[in-house]
Every structure is written in C-alpha cells, then in structure tokens.
T-cell receptor, first 114, second 114 residues
Framework: NAGVTQTPKFQVLKTGQSMTLQCAQDMNHEYMSWYRQDPGMGLRLIHYSVGAGITDQGEVPNGYNVSRSTTEDFPLRLLSAAPSQTSVYFC?????????????FGPGTRLTVL | GESVGLHLPTLSVQEGDNSIINCAYSNSASDYFIWYKQESGKGPQFIIDIRSNMDKRQGQRVTVLLNKTVKHLSLQIAATQPGDSAVYFCAENMDGGSQGNLIFGKGTKLSVKP
C-alpha cells in the first residue's frame, strides 16, 4: 500500500488564484481529513469526511472547499488564495469500524501565497 | 484556544538517556490520546495511543502515561537515539469517538546530542 499520498509537494500561488490540493489513500479508509500546520503551532482541522458523499467543517474551514465523491480521494480546494493561507497542508485518514481514532498522515503540501 | 498544550517547547537530551515529553489537556471528556512524531519536512507519524480507561501503555522503547486526575499525558522514550530527534505532538479526541476528530498541541522539539 502507498498509504496516504498528496500532490503537489510544493506550490506557489498569487493572491486570488485558485487551486486544488490532491489527497488519495489506498487503505479503504472511510474517514479522511485535512489539516493545516503553521509555524510554532500544532495541526488545525480544516475539513473532514466520514465517508463518500459526506463532508463537514473543522476548526478553520473558511476559504476552503472539499468534496468526497469516492472513498479514495479527498481534494481540498482553495477558492481564492490569500497570503494567510500560506501553510503546510496535511491530509490524513483512518479506518472505519474501529474504536481507535488514530489517523495516518500524508507527506504534506507546502503552499506559499504571494 | 487549544485544550491540548505542552509544558516545554524544546527538550535537549544526551544520546542514551531517557526522554520525557509532557502534555496537558483541559477536556476531561476526552477519551483517546495519541502521540505523533514529526521529522523535518515530513508528515506526522503515529507513535503510540492510549484510551482514557488506561493509565499506562508501552510500545517499543516508548511508554505513554496518562494521569486523568491532573489531566496530564507524557511520552517516555528509553535510550534516546539521534533518530528520535523530531517534533513530538500530543493529540486528543474530543468527539467521544463519534467522529474521530483530533485536537493537537503545539509540539515539543526533541534534540538528541551525540
């Protein structure tokens, strides 16, 4: 299994541009999530999904959209990039049908908005 | 603000010594805690987890202790090695397991001196 994969690894955007961060997992995990990590801070939850067709907001959802059309993929869309969205973005997943909530993370996408 | 925090932002230890990384949490309803290790440029990597009905759990060279009375969590690393140098995050589950969303602390940077 490749686990959780994310593309691209690095991205530079100009203010106002839009883009999609890709996340995929091949472990048949129902739960997937997106976090952002800023310097000196822990990870903050942006959006999450408990299964295909179901998404919900996390702690910092503004400026981001998600969709979950398949179990494998959970893309994160920036509608109109702002410098405040400069961050490292991590996607994570965990299996369903388990009482453990440990999530497994991808390698991250480092985004810079100029 | 975040309910999960860390007592020390940095920790420096000698190779071969034991390391103790601490974490405080504020939500007595949290029922699941996880420690992650994050190396530079990588995503968080699962180390060990513990349920609130336990006070100790051991893994390979790592032990997690949970003190619910004072809402304190610690990660002990035995015989610390240079490869243990990383930022360590604690995380708690505040949904009672229904969604599995995690709240992360800000992290402690562990440096191992040869």
């Amino acid at each position: 299994n490749a686990g959780v994969t994310q593309t691209p690894k690095f991205q530079v955007l100009k203010t106002g541009q839009s883009m999609t961060l890709q996340c995929a997992q091949d472990m048949n995990h129902e739960y997937m999530s997106w976090y952002r990590q800023d310097p000196g801070m822990g990870l903050r939850l942006i959006h999450y999904s408990v299964g295909a067709g179901i998404t919900d907001q996390g702690e910092v959802p503004n400026g981001y959209n998600v969709s979950r059309s398949t179990t494998e993929d959970f893309p994160l869309r920036l509608l109109s990039a702002a410098p405040s969205q400069t961050s490292v973005y991590f996607c994570a997943s965990r299996p369903s049908g388990s009482d453990r909530v440990t999530q497994y993370f991808g390698p991250g996408t480092r985004l810079t908005v100029l | 603000g975040e309910s999960v925090g860390l007592h020390l932002p940095t920790l420096s230890v000698q190779e071969g010594d034991n390391s103790i990384i601490n974490c405080a949490y504020s939500n007595s309803a949290s029922d699941y805690f996880i420690w992650y290790k994050q190396e530079s440029g990588k995503g968080p990597q699962f180390i060990i987890d513990i349920r609130s009905n336990m006070d100790k759990r051991q893994g390979q060279r790592v032990t997690v202790l949970l003190n619910k009375t004072v809402k304190h969590l610690s990660l002990q690393i035995a015989a610390t090695q240079p490869g243990d140098s990383a930022v360590y995050f604690c995380a708690e589950n505040m949904d009672g397991g229904s969604q599995g969303n995690l709240i992360f602390g800000k992290g402690t940077k562990l440096s191992v001196k040869p």
